[in-house]
């Protein structure tokens, strides 16, 4: 019988489902229990030529429309997911492996959250009025054209969602590639657009895996391309978009540092350090992996931590009881345990966890280390797992020194009563998304991105706008034209 998750097709272009099985079939494998639950096929060049194609055509006549109406399909699209919130993170538990319970509040909300404040911005997209005597300028905020997104693997909805609906907000069109692993939950996004009333093309999903991605990137009808991925591929990706003198959005890594003051609230800290550790098992770009804890409250805050970790339930992701779920896929879960046996090598104090869960799919235990030291592999390279470092300061500034002393600078959170020093700290730190007595939280309202290695360009908030459009600035001249001959 064939499974739930089974889309009708690998690919959804020109407002629905299509299929060549002379791609590359892919495998959806279902992360909790290791069994194949799909399968899809990467785009063939024909398939990347009709959805280019379809979406070139499809933007001029969607770009045209009002923003009013181009917000009221993506309004109408926001109140579909909310309504079948359920059946969408039963997919996105499928597709990924995170618990249901994180799924339910976190994917296809955040998605809905997306479509639901970009369609409300659409129609305030004006331009200005710029007086020159009785002349005048004036600007037009104009789409892009036509757009690509290419995901990875976390956050399949929100990321489709993150990336389409600012781009449909502004009169763009999209092609949109998932990451292999998890080519589920963005075709479900494109067919309730369809059904919200977008028009056939506008918005098209394309499975496959770099190559796909490449081709997407190269070809010459593109005018921008956003991906959200690992730093290596960031940089081939923006190095082929500059080739062709494309826009470029570039959500990538990071190794954040969480600091955390003597006077800090102990149990606000550590709820603060295991939602930026452990959540999504760890798989989650601005996660605070690097975290500084003042020597005066070190045990307390590690007897603490290591207390509450052990509440973690560890099982099937479809019982909403499970608060920590698997590791995507078995790959990334070996990767991750190499990391583990790193940090054992190197020195760091095993607090808790360490080692792969004794039980079926690919869990791996909230895991922390103590007693790292900045030179260490586990402090420096990107894990996209559930290891928490803990490191251990004794002046402020020394931590914001070390905590700056890293290629990546997506987040950075700080938690302390003295607000001075808060803003003090989060002024010097080195980081696109900061927090202060939290920790990775991402509301739509605000704007989400990296400096340095971590990322170009902001999503979400009104931020979002400036990287899907562009002005055009109209010079108008009421009398008549002075030449020099
Ligand atoms: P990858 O960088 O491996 O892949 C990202 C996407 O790019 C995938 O769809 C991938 O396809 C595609 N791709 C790979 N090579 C190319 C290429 N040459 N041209 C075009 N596309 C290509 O990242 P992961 O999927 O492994 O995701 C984990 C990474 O994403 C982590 O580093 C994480 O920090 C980062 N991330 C960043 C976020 C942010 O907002 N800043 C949020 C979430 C994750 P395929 O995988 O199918 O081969």
Not at 198 to 218: C, I
Not at 374 to 391: K, N, Q, W, Y
Not at 426 to 438: K, Q, T
Not at 467 to 483: C, I, P, T, W
């Amino acid at each position: 019988m064939t499974h739930p998750a089974q889309p009708k097709a690998s690919h959804f272009i020109n407002g629905e489902y299509v299929e060549d099985t002379a791609g590359t079939p892919i495998p959806v494998i279902y992360a909790a229990t290791g069994e194949q639950i799909a399968t899809v096929y990467a785009a063939t060049p024909a398939i990347v030529e009709q959805a280019l194609s379809t979406a070139k055509a499809a933007q001029k006549e969607w770009a045209k429309m009002t923003g009013t109406e181009r917000g009221r399909v993506l309004r109408r699209a926001a109140d579909i997911m909310r309504e079948r919130n359920h059946d969408l993170s039963v997919l996105e538990t499928y597709d990924t492996g995170k618990p249901l319970q994180e799924t339910l509040v976190a994917d296809a909300t955040s998605g809905a959250d997306a479509l639901e404040y970009f369609g409300g911005l659409a129609a305030s997209l004006t331009g200005e009025h710029i007086p020159l005597g009785e002349d005048w300028v004036y600007t037009k905020r104009e789409a892009l054209g036509l757009c690509v997104g290419i995901g990875a693997w976390n956050y399949p909805t929100q990321i489709a969602c993150w990336k389409g609906a600012p781009a449909l907000a502004c009169g763009n069109s999209m092609v949109f590639k998932p990451s292999e692993t998890t080519p589920l939950c963005a075709l479900k996004v494109a067919e309730i657009l369809i059904e919200a009333g977008a028009p056939a093309g506008v918005f098209n999903v394309v499975q496959g895996m770099g190559e796909v991605g490449g081709a997407l990137v190269t070809d010459p009808r593109v005018d921008k391309v956003s991906l959200t991925g690992s730093v290596p591929t960031g940089k081939k990706v923006y190095a082929a978009a500059a080739e062709g003198m494309k826009h470029v959005t570039m959500e990538l890594g990071g190794k954040s540092p969480l600091i955390i003051f003597d006077d800090a609230d102990i149990d606000n800290a550590v709820g603060g350090a295991i939602n930026g550790n452990f959540y999504s098992s760890g798989q989650v770009c601005s996660n605070g992996t690097r975290v500084f804890v003042q020597k005066g409250i070190k045990e307390k805050f590690l007897a603490r931590l290591a207390e509450r970790t052990g509440n973690a339930i560890l099982g099937d992701p479809m019982d909403e009881a499970t608060s920590f779920g698997p590791m995507v896929t078995e790959n990334q879960m070996n990767i991750v345990l190499g990391y583990i046996e790193k940090g054992k090598e190197e020195g760091a104090r095993l607090i808790c966890g360490g080692a792969r869960a004794n039980m079926d799919g690919y869990y791996i235990q909230p895991t922390v280390f103590a007693d790292v030291t900045d030179e260490m592999t586990i402090a420096r390279e990107e894990i996209f797992g559930p290891v928490m470092s803990v490191l251990d300061f004794d002046t402020e500034e020394e931590v914001v020194a070390r905590a700056n002393d890293t290629e990546f600078g997506l987040s950075a959170g700080v938690f302390t009563k003295n607000f001075t020093r808060a803003h003090r700290v989060i002024g010097n730190l080195e980081a696109g998304s900061c927090f202060i007595n939290s920790y990775n939280d991402a509301p739509v309202e605000a704007p989400f991105g990296g400096v340095k290695a971590s990322g170009v360009g902001r999503e979400n908030s009104k931020e979002a706008i400036k990287h899907f459009s562009q002005v055009k600035s109209v010079y108008v001249r009421m009398g008549d034209v002075e030449a020099a001959f």
